[in-house]
């Protein structure tokens, strides 16, 4: 019988989320090659589809994982939620506390996966195309793709958004192999916002502006920010935006170079993404294993028999009781269960002329917040716990906050106070929803996103949209398993069922779903509130301050029917006794967090 333990309770110290959970690609062709040597297969239930995490349509957890194993960073998580420098890449270090100056000197070990070295202008273009501070007008979302258009002449549009980044105006200092960047206001995470090298400025220099010596291509890159050239800088931002956005192998291989332990050898959509050991590699996360395949299974059952069959060694599958079952009865399999850091929710789309947008009504912003609490008065939120998510764990219970992780410092205050727990309760309250209804005098149709692939997530709409049909909505099953990436296209649906992981412990992470214009904030809902809310949460050191403002934020987001949040995710994990050094934590990147410390027995 396969063995059971528990993860550690750190979901207890995160404060929000950031990145998309991934859950569903297209249907996995099964392979019948096994795991030996020196070469392991693991399980995500997701499609990799974006090597640039760091845009609105590449942020989710499945390209992260990958990323993750290809390219270093300057600091991680470990298994109890510390953060661990990374000195093979480079060390920083808090210069001045007035004004805020963080120094960032890159090793001599840090280099790309084609031998080019890391250097500063890599720095450089990651905070520039994040920081929001060099760009000239807002780009379409592309409604095929859900990616942004292109840019011509001297527009530039860099698809993403990072209110910490943004706080560093002035164009860093540059000295060698060292940057250092000063802040216009003091930053509470610091330390876990730090400038770092995902995207290789070369390759991007090299696309964007012709230009083939790697050093050359680098600087222009970093030169383009510092003189502010629109025109060099609108090319640029289209390789950012689009050209690492694929599903296939590209016949490009510039395209997968990174500075990371693994680098992208082969992948097909919907199938597997193999990573090889880089050969470039001088860092100290030098793994052990030479290959690993994170094959694409979205359906929980089918990874389950994978793991059986030894096709895979790992899996995280989002279970329901008869899968977690399926998984404790495996011969030679540890199961690791526990909350994970994700959180189940709904959100409704306030700008694309839908149901819950004031622009329906004339601009009658009363209205739409009328329609948009009726529609939140329909989730059963008790009924979807009670019936998909305590088989999984029986103490499970309703999470009551949009911020903090329930047994977080915090929580009970948020939970108590906020207006989330009073006013919608368990749900649903179908008579309140009806009531609200008939005031406006509106029968709303609703075109619900989710994802079509994940048996929960189906489960979880039938369940909402017989509880809001009896309201008087019309719900139209909007459910694709191209989920993930048609968040960013609101003109594609008016809510969704997702859930929000967390990739960091700091109290900032909240800021990029609830800013005006905030990167995970698709929908439109501005609040000047909220944002001044924002602003302070910035650059407060006192936790107990730092609290008093969350709750404001959350009282708010409630007043304003941002959304609902459902539950904590249970995160059972199966691994078999062959693959040895393995565990899970409850930030991203869970089970691959020590990817580097993996030995096959």
Not at 237 to 266: C, H, Q, R
Request: aromatic share 10%; glycine share 6%; with cysteine.
């Amino acid at each position: 019988m396969g063995t059971k333990k528990w993860v550690a309770g750190a979901a207890g110290v995160l404060a929000s989320a950031l990145a998309l959970t991934a859950c569903t690609p297209a249907p996995q062709t099964s392979s019948s090659a096994l795991n030996s040597g020196s070469v392991a297969n693991v399980a995500w239930n997701d499609t990799f589809y974006s090597y640039n995490n760091l845009t609105t349509f590449g942020n989710a957890t499945v390209n992260t994982n990958i990323i993750y194993m290809s390219n270093d960073a300057f600091n991680y998580y470990d298994k109890d939620l510390n953060l661990v420098k990374n000195e093979s890449l480079g060390n920083y270090e808090k210069v001045s506390d007035k004004p805020l100056v963080v120094k960032q000197t890159l090793a001599d070990t840090a280099m790309w996966s084609d031998g080019v070295p890391v250097t500063p202008a890599d720095l450089v273009l990651f905070w520039g195309a994040q920081s929001g501070l060099f760009n000239t007008y807002k780009s379409k979302v592309d409604a095929d793709t859900g990616a942004v258009g292109k840019n011509t002449g001297s527009k530039v549009f860099f698809n993403a958004s990072s209110p910490n980044l943004a706080l560093i105006k002035k164009f860093p200092t540059i000295d060698g192999k060292t940057i250092t960047y000063e802040y216009s206001k003091p930053f509470v995470d610091w330390d876990k916002a730090l400038l770092n090298t995902t995207v290789p400025a070369h390759v991007v220099g090299k696309r964007a502006l012709g230009i083939d010596d790697p050093a050359q291509a680098a600087q222009a890159v970093s030169d383009a920010f510092k003189d502010k050239d629109n025109a060099a800088l609108a090319k640029i931002s289209n390789v950012w935006n689009l050209d690492f956005n694929f599903k296939d192998m590209p016949a490009d291989k510039e395209l997968v170079v990174g500075n990371g332990p693994y680098t992208i050898t082969d992948m097909k959509d919907g199938q597997y993404v193999t990573l090889t050991r880089n050969a470039n590699y001088k860092g100290s996360h030098v793994p052990t294993i030479d290959q690993i395949t994170v094959k694409t299974i979205p359906d929980p059952q089918a990874s389950v028999q994978a793991l059986q069959n030894g096709e895979v060694l790992a899996t995280q599958p989002q279970a329901t009781a008869d899968i977690l079952k399926q998984m404790q009865a495996l011969q030679n399999v540890t199961v690791l269960e526990g909350d994970g850091g994700t959180y189940e929710h709904v959100d409704m789309a306030q700008n694309n002329k839908g149901p819950f947008d004031p622009a329906s009504y004339n601009g009658d912003a009363a209205k739409a917040a009328k329609v948009r609490e009726a529609f939140l008065y329909t989730i059963p939120r008790q009924q979807i716990i009670d019936n998909l998510i305590k088989p999984l764990n029986p103490g499970a219970a309703i999470r009551n906050s949009f911020t903090t992780v329930p047994g977080a410092p915090g929580y009970d205050a948020i939970s108590a106070n906020s207006g989330m727990k009073t006013t919608f309760e368990g749900g649903p309250s179908v008579d309140k929803a009806q009531a609200l209804l008939n005031e406006v005098g509106v029968k709303p149709t609703v075109r619900f996103l989710y994802d079509s692939k994940n048996t929960r997530r189906q489960q979880e709409f039938q369940l909402i949209k017989e509880s809001a049909e009896k309201a008087g909505f019309t719900i139209q099953d909007g459910g694709n398993e191209a989920w993930s990436s048609m968040l960013s296209d609101t003109s594609k649906y008016d809510a969704a069922l997702f859930g929000w992981q967390s990739t960091s412990t700091g109290v900032t992470e909240l800021d990029a779903n609830f800013r005006t214009g905030g990167q995970n904030n698709f929908y439109g809902y501005s609040s000047k509130k909220v944002d001044g809310l924002l602003d302070q949460l910035q650059s407060e050191f006192d936790a107990t301050k730092q609290q008093a403002i969350v709750l404001e934020i959350e009282k708010q987001l409630v007043l304003d029917q941002f959304g609902i949040t459902i539950f904590q995710f249970p995160q059972p994990t199966a691994v078999s006794s062959r693959l040895q050094n393995f565990s899970s934590i409850a930030l991203s990147p869970t089970f691959f967090w020590n990817f580097w410390e993996w030995k096959l027995s």
